[in-house]
């Protein structure tokens, strides 16, 4: 049971400023210790030091792996974008050899002058006005060929060079089947590997390298044929110097084969020289594989297959991974 | 009556008056507007990472806080241990702060829990204050030294009223020295303590009739409260 007078007590007590209220705070106590506020404080602001502390080390914690990440994401990125390259060092290897066996670019037209000026010191006077003219008419067509090709871009679009490749190809095959009854002219100074590492050169200006010269063949003396043609005769036979020169020999007989072989080797090979240093396509295994990826991510898988048939039998030693993507499947 | 707007009124006052002595009228007006939301926003500043918010946190509430553990405590040694152990609390505990509740409930709560532990660490529930006649006399102001009866008997009331209030049970002298220093409604100290309001409210009207008993016997008779008759 509660006391009246109690209540009544507490109730003056709550309403504030009672006598209770007085007495207690005029009995006071004692103020906090400076020392102890210095040690309160210190530890407030060691615990947000240590926060921030804790940050900084959260981020190193995460530092290296996040940098793994970002390196990892970037080489994929780039992997992805370039596709799947060749070891430098097997092309570098693969590449001395040819470049061995090609003529420096400079001495192949000087050695084609020097060879027509012999011929056209050993013709009667007659026939040398019919080289002289001739040489003014082949270099006309050479010419205008560097024209077009000072133009092309060193990297053509694709389909162009697929179109181009594709009609390579087919010279090759027909020439390779008419090799054994054509005696090329072996005494041309470019040699058949040179001529095969020029193709991509005559494919960048297909229509003039399909274009036969036809004044050209015929044009040159009776002489300088029986000396072209016994020079070939006297030669052995290369298939792979063939399958370059054939589209043209093949179009002439067999015993003209000579003669005209060798006024369109002149002209192929002036071509060549010219535009080897312009654009050298598939003088790079590694560029030729790269337009087979390329084919094979367009889905034509055809003609990758066809490519990777003739980039094979160009580079039969060629190393290409075996997961690459330019092989067949 | 309405005892949360007493309170908290009478718990501004106190608390501001703690920071920097004599408050003036209009300055207690204003702390007992926005003491609270400003003492959560400070708590809030601090957790993220303003120590100056801190500082101006622990000057508000120093003094009423060291008063309560003193006064539970009566050892000044405990008392600043348990006063070092609060804040260590506090100040561990401000990344998991959130505003559910005045920044004085959760103070004086915190402080509770320490006071209790170290009773039950200590097994003794509370240590009577004793003072001699030397310390009494200590207390005594100069102007009251000039009538040494006057002061002697102002120091024998003051020493009466510590007494008794050292000698009230630790739940009694709980709830009032929180009501006292905390400023908080008996429904807030009942949540402090882990008791309903009204069980708050009785302790509270006990400790009150206490003390109260133990003034009325240096009052001479025509000074007997009205509420006697």
């Known amino acids: 049971v509660s006391d009246p007078t109690d209540i009544k007590a507490l109730d003056e007590y709550l309403k504030g400023g009672s006598e ?45 792996p996040v940098a793994v990440a970002a390196s990892i994401v970037l080489a994929v990125a780039i992997v992805l974008e370039s596709g799947v390259q060749q070891d430098p060092v097997l092309a570098t290897k693969q590449e001395p050899p040819m470049r061995d066996m090609l003529p420096a670019p400079d001495d192949a037209p000087r050695e084609q002058e020097q060879e027509r000026d012999r011929q056209v010191r050993e013709q009667p006077p007659q026939a040398r006005q019919d080289a002289n003219r001739e040489a003014k008419m082949t270099a006309a067509p050479a010419a205008a060929r560097e024209t077009p090709q000072s133009v092309v871009p060193a990297a053509p679009p694709a389909i162009e060079a697929v179109t181009v490749d594709r009609r390579v190809s087919l010279m090759r095959e027909e020439v390779r089947v008419n090799a054994p009854a054509i005696r090329p002219d072996a005494s041309q100074p470019v040699s058949g590997v040179t001529v095969l590492s020029e193709l991509p050169a005559v494919a960048a200006t297909p229509q003039l390298a399909d274009e036969p010269p036809p004044t050209l063949a015929g044009s040159v003396s009776a002489k300088s044929a029986a000396k072209a043609e016994k020079a070939a005769e006297a030669n052995s036979y290369d298939v792979s110097e063939v399958a370059i020169t054939g589209t043209r020999v093949q179009r002439a007989p067999p015993h003209t084969a000579g003669p005209r072989n060798t006024i369109n080797q002149s002209a192929f090979s002036s071509e060549s020289a010219d535009s080897s240093a312009a654009a ?39 190393q290409v991974a075996d997961d690459d993507r330019a092989r067949r499947k | 009556m309405d005892l949360g707007s007493v309170s908290s009124q009478q718990g ?45 946190l622990y000057e508000r509430h120093k003094g009423p806080l060291y008063r309560y553990l003193q006064r539970m405590c009566g050892r000044r040694e405990v008392a600043d241990d348990l006063f070092q152990e609060v804040w260590s609390k506090v100040i561990a505990s401000r990344a998991r702060y959130e505003v559910r509740a005045q920044f004085n409930t959760f103070l004086f709560r915190v402080a509770h ?99 109260r008993a133990a003034l009325k016997q240096h009052r001479p008779r025509s000074f007997e409260p009205s509420v006697q008759s």
């Open chain 1, 20 to 64: 209770i209220s007085q007495r207690y705070r005029e009995s006071g106590g004692e103020a906090v210790p400076p020392e102890l506020d210095r040690r309160v404080l210190e530890q407030a602001r060691a615990a947000v030091a240590g926060d921030k502390a804790k940050g900084s080390r959260a981020w190193l914690r995460w530092s290296a």
């Open chain 1, 280 to 318: 050298p396509a598939h003088e790079d295994p590694q560029q030729w594989l790269e337009e087979i990826r390329e084919l094979r991510r367009n889905r034509k898988s055809a003609e990758a297959d066809r490519q990777w048939v003739l980039f094979r039998e160009a580079f039969p030693d060629y």
């Open chain 2, 12 to 56: 501004a006052a106190s608390s501001a008056a703690s920071i920097d002595g004599p408050v003036p009228v209009a300055a207690l007006a204003a702390a007992a507007g926005g003491a609270a939301t400003d003492d959560a926003a400070l708590m809030l500043r601090y957790r993220d990472g303003d120590v100056r918010a801190f500082e101006t």
């Open chain 2, 113 to 211: 829990n320490c006071a209790v532990d170290y009773f039950r660490r200590s097994g003794r529930p509370h240590e009577k204050g004793v003072q001699d006649v030397d310390e009494i006399a200590d207390q005594v102001g100069g102007a009251e030294h000039e009538r040494p009866e006057a002061a002697l008997a102002e120091a024998q009331v003051r020493q009466d009223f510590r007494r008794a209030l050292a000698e009230l049970p630790t739940e009694q002298r709980d709830v009032f020295v929180l009501y006292e220093e905390s400023g908080l409604s008996l429904e807030e100290i009942g949540r402090i303590t882990g008791v309903a309001m009204e069980t708050a409210k009785s302790r509270l009207r006990y400790a009150v009739g206490k003390l």
